[in-house]
């Protein structure tokens, strides 16, 4: 059998160490045996929220510290199966739209799982109103960070934006939305790359001053939540992740797009040059993973 091409997509400087030393890794090794058996991503997809599931399962028992164990196991294998099905799509050339939306889907799925299971065995009208908090909070940090992620990928390999192949799946137009939704702030640093003859040097420059903020945001991945709610689990106080969720990992969120856009303007006027906004929007570039 061909060996799957190699995972271009992510950029070391940026990623959690615990996908670089133990989820990808995982994932990989795991590739050959889904690949053998055309088990598709989207399968893989809903597999992995099947997983969350489970886990959101688990930790409802919070109570007893077993569960909380096995709840994090299974998020675990949750985030491999978040990164496999992502492998398999870029290994079959099935990669599309309506995937990418699916598998965005999934990860918000599990999310949802485990706070609605946390809010059941609080059974507080407090901790109903935090896990609401918590769940508007995680979607708005969680869809800014992968936009920010997707476009730092793209930036660094020198590509500028380009206009998103038409969809009529309602869906997908939704997804790409909301997704897309920080875009139109981040345009003038996109339109001096698109106008450069040769991107290498300003994409270069730009990756090294835009990958310390980028790492700053790089505490909204879910592998920092997954590790959160077991933490808070095993303490016996599940609202102290949603404490966590509410306050720091917003300021993170702020504090990480303000740096990175005054990166940007720092470039911009290092290159003398200040581009008139124009009418095309960059698609959406969240991306599976």
């Known amino acids: 059998m061909t060996a799957p091409p190699t995972d271009r997509s992510r950029d070391r400087r940026i990623e959690d ?32 929220l099947c997983l969350g599931a489970m886990a959101a399962l688990a930790y409802a028992n919070w109570h007893a510290w077993p569960f909380a164990v096995v709840g994090l196991l299974l998020s675990v294998g949750w985030l491999i199966f978040d990164g496999l099905d992502g492998m398999v799509a870029r290994a079959t050339g099935t990669a599309s739209p309506l995937g990418r939306a699916l598998d965005g889907l ?14 059941i065995s609080v059974g507080t009208v407090e901790g109903w109103a935090l896990a609401w908090a918590a769940g508007a909070a995680h979607a708005v940090q969680s869809n800014l960070y992968e936009s920010e992620r997707a476009r730092f990928h793209r930036r660094c390999a ?26 139109r702030f981040a345009l003038r640093f996109d339109t001096v790359l698109q106008r450069q003859r040769d991107t290498g040097p300003l994409a270069a420059r730009y990756g090294a001053e835009a990958t310390r ?33 509410i306050v720091p990992l917003t300021a993170v969120l702020i504090v990480g797009l303000t740096w990175h856009r005054m990166v940007e303007g720092r470039l911009i006027r290092s290159m003398g040059a200040a581009p008139e906004q124009h009418s095309n929007s960059e698609p959406s570039p969240t991306q599976r993973t």
């Open 158 to 183: 020198g590509i500028a934006p380009v206009a998103p192949a038409p969809s009529r799946n309602p869906l997908v137009i939704l997804y790409d939305r909301v997704a897309g939704s920080l875009d």
């Open 213 to 245: 903020p980028m790492r700053l945001m790089s505490l909204l991945t879910a592998n920092v939540r997954v590790y959160a709610i077991f933490l808070a689990c095993l303490a016996g106080n599940p609202r102290m992740f949603w404490w966590f969720e």
């Open 106 to 119: 999934c990860d918000h799925g599990v999310f949802a799982l485990i706070y609605l299971g946390l809010a």
């Open 17 to 48: 160490p615990t996908n670089l030393w133990i989820i990808h890794p995982a994932g990989r090794r795991l590739l050959p045996w889904f690949l053998a058996r055309r088990i598709s991503a989207n399968a893989v997809s809903v597999a992995g």
